[in-house]
């Protein structure tokens, strides 16, 4: 047939043709239901080219059979036991990439997205060559506000920064290409990217293995981006009422540690790391705490200088911090992290607090 | 694969979407209907999961009818692609008669038709048909002037479609005369003489998006604007082109004071004078007119 002879500029829209090979990686674990509605939104994604490979890291609520009963609309890779965000990633991603995949994205199980979510991704991705790695504004299901675009690390002094706001992560990625920093809820890797790379660093086991991943993106020369009109809806929970699980504190000191001992050599990584672990336990206590909660804390900040890596074993006494120094860290948690913060103002807060 | 798809977003409508659908279903054989649902908070998404043979996608947020649409597209197979909105409906036969158009044709962007007005609540066609007059063949400059082709009667070829990047995101409102625009400037179309769908007649002030004049305003300028740049439409001389383009701005200017004065005698003093104000940004050189000043003081005065 004749070809059209002419093109009239328009504003972007991906292309329809030749679409390169998708997967949707999705991890599941005890949340067969949520995995489901995620599942719901993702076959009603109108990219076409597309396959979703389901990962279940042992669940034990019969989740499994729910999975099994969607057939041959997903590839299911079952664990016997817990291997983590990272390990049930990295089975994704292998499983994907030998099945020829140019693109995986890996999807936290609860979220929803709109229809055009991957089809806007993957046309940014293929606009810019020199990407690894992109994903779409991270939105409260809940409340409907943005929450997360994108972030930089700056290894060198150890500065970081976030925004949720479109026109600044644009300003962000325009300034700090090469310190840009994505979260792993729903992040599009190219293949390249993983060719060059590998996978998932197994030792952080969940939390914080998207920042190890973003800065070896860095490190490789490939560039991240917030595909800023594209959007994804997670579960971000509610402040105050307890929904973060012990576990969250503990890789999140531990895998601070573990992050900036990796990436920074020396002094520098022990001070950076110590100030990092102190802010995510100050982010997730927005949500409260208690006693199980700080002393996991405590665990993951012992381990992390230990150099303790791989799943959490709470009961096990040896990944305990000893039991003196972890008294008085559950008796004064707000004392301690001033301290380590070396704050002088949140040292002399805790202290009045317990003054009368 | 089918042959035909069928897109139609939709928006809070769950009583009449299924009429919709059922029309769709009945104007051809090998059809595949695409329904993309911006972001309802009805029970939109229940009443399509009973309805058998239909994709379904949704929007988690209201993202507006262009991008809804492309999202259609993009997840669609057919050769052939039509559009149908959630309150109008197709006439029975109706698609198979415009896919052997193309068929028959290989150079035809797009095949249209006229259509029935149908009534504001049931869409019961009323007698009038729209437009009279179907050109066929080159109707680039013809559609410079207005947008008269409705975008339920439209059957446009995949590879077009591709090839003029789907709907502009960026005018609300006047998307499909943005589209109709780019594909007649690289191919021919054709038209049905017989009608082929039902247009639902727009109330005043219904929950049609149509009825938010000033922005539908905004982006029919901006559509046309963008036409009259178009490598095409400069070819011609430039008399021509400010003349289309003050014409147009004109019948703008009236269409939004029209409204204006009707919203200042319904008392929406915030909607009619963002009618007025829009009227003025768009058409400065009418607004710095005398006349029209003394005409407005005095009607303001009189009421």
């Known amino acids: ?356 | 694969m089918a042959r035909i798809s069928v897109i139609i977003p939709t928006h809070n409508r769950a009583r009449l979407l299924p009429r919709a659908i059922e029309s769709a279903k009945a104007a051809g054989q090998d059809v595949e209907i695409i329904v993309v649902d911006d972001a309802s908070a009805d029970e939109t998404p229940s009443v399509c999961a009973d309805i058998p043979d239909i994709i379904y996608l949704r929007m988690q947020n209201n993202v507006g009818l262009a991008r809804a649409r492309n999202a259609g597209i993009r997840r669609s197979t057919g050769e052939y692609i039509a559009f149908l909105d959630d309150d109008d409906l197709r006439l029975p036969g109706s698609l198979d008669l415009q896919a052997a158009m193309l068929d028959q044709n290989r150079d035809l962007g797009f095949v249209y038709g006229p259509v029935h007005f149908g009534d504001t609540r049931d869409c019961v066609p009323t007698g009038r048909i729209k437009p009279e007059v179907c050109p066929g063949g080159d109707i680039f400059w013809r559609l410079v002037i207005d947008n008269f082709i409705y975008v339920a009667s439209v059957m446009v070829r995949r590879t077009h479609m591709e090839t003029i990047g789907l709907f502009a995101e960026d005018v609300p409102g006047t998307e499909d005369w943005d589209a109709w625009l780019r594909l007649a400037a690289i191919s021919p179309v054709d038209a049905l003489p017989e009608p082929v769908a039902i247009y639902r007649e727009p109330a005043y002030q219904s929950e049609q998006m149509s009825s938010h004049r000033p922005s539908m305003c905004m982006s029919g300028v901006r559509t046309q604007m963008r036409a009259l740049r178009s490598p095409r439409a400069l070819a011609r001389d430039q008399t021509t082109r400010k003349r289309l383009e003050l014409n147009y701005r004109d019948s703008v200017w009236d269409n939004l004071v029209r409204e204006g004065y009707r919203s200042l005698s319904d008392r929406q003093f915030y909607y009619a004078s963002l009618n007025f104000l829009t009227a003025i940004r768009l058409h400065p050189r009418r607004a710095a007119n005398v006349g029209v000043i003394t005409n407005f003081v005095r009607s303001v005065l009189a009421r």
Request: net charge positive; glycine share 8%.
């Open chain 1, 1 to 356: 047939m004749n070809a059209p002879q002419q093109i009239i500029s328009t504003t972007v829209t991906s292309p329809c043709t030749k679409l390169p090979k998708a997967f949707v990686c999705i991890l599941n674990w005890n949340k067969g239901d949520e995995t489901l509605s995620c599942l719901q939104s993702v076959f009603a994604q109108d990219y076409r080219n597309l396959r979703v490979v389901v990962v279940d890291n042992g669940s034990t609520d019969g989740s499994l059979a729910a999975l099994r009963a969607l057939g041959d609309r997903i590839d299911l890779i079952t664990h016997s036991e817990n291997q983590g965000f990272t390990g049930g990633c990295n089975a994704g991603m292998r499983h994907a990439l030998a099945a020829g995949a140019d693109y995986v994205w890996l999807l936290n199980n609860d979220t929803e997205c709109d229809a055009d979510t991957l089809s806007r991704l993957v046309a940014f991705a293929e606009a810019h060559p020199d990407i690894g790695m992109v994903s779409p504004i991270i939105t409260d299901r809940g409340s409907g506000k943005d929450n997360y675009a994108v972030g930089t690390i700056d290894l060198a002094t150890g500065h970081t920064q976030e925004t949720a706001d479109p026109i600044e992560a644009e300003a962000l990625q325009r300034a700090y290409p090469h310190q840009i920093m994505l979260k792993g809820t729903a992040l599009l890797l190219k293949r390249h990217l993983i060719d060059a790379i590998g996978y998932f660093d197994d030792r952080f086991f969940a939390y914080c293995e998207d920042n190890d991943y973003s800065m070896r993106r860095a490190a490789a020369g490939f560039r991240g981006a917030c595909v800023t009109n594209a959007r994804v809806y997670h579960d971000e929970g509610m402040p105050g009422q307890g929904w973060r699980k012990p576990y969250a504190f503990y890789y999140a000191a531990r895998n601070g540690i573990l992050f900036w001992r990796k990436h920074v050599p020396g002094l520098a990584g022990w001070k950076h790391s110590r100030w990092h672990s102190c802010t995510m336990f100050r982010v997730l206590a927005r949500s409260g705490y208690g006693k199980a909660e700080t002393e996991a804390f405590a665990d993951g900040l012992w381990n992390g200088w230990r150099g303790v890596t791989g799943r959490w074993e709470p009961s096990r006494r040896s990944h305990h911090m000893p039991a003196p120094l972890r008294r008085i860290f559950v008796a004064m948690p707000a004392l301690c992290l001033g301290l380590l913060e070396v704050n002088p103002r949140a040292v002399l807060r805790a202290l009045r607090l317990r003054a009368p």
